[in-house]
């Protein structure tokens, strides 16, 4: 990351927001891409922190709201309002 300073908080952002995005099955953060841009470190331990497999990724899309084909979250009542169906 280099040293600490201005922009070390937007890289360290990036990279947690490259991991998540490469997680739920964002197009721009392929196994691929995520490596072209020298952000390996993204698919750390991938198998052991990942999605797991409780649920398949559209279940799992599905169930938090997340839509990566238009880059929109829903309103998550359940979130909101600390239930769970």
């Known amino acids: 990351f280099g040293r600490p300073g201005p922009g070390f908080n937007t890289e360290l952002q990036t990279i947690t927001l490259q991991r998540i995005k490469h997680m739920v099955g964002y197009a721009e953060a392929t ?7 020298g952000h390996q470190v993204v698919l750390t331990d991938f198998v052991h922190y ?5 649920r398949t990724m559209p279940a799992f899309l ?3 709201k997340i839509d990566v084909e238009n880059f929109k979250c829903g309103h998550i009542e359940w979130c ?6």
Not at 50 to 54: F, K, L, Q, T
């Open 31 to 37: 196994t691929e891409e995520v490596q072209n841009h």
């Open 50 to 54: 990942g999605p797991g497999e409780a």
């Open 80 to 85: 909101n309002k600390c239930t769970l169906d």
């Open 62 to 64: 599905e169930h938090t």
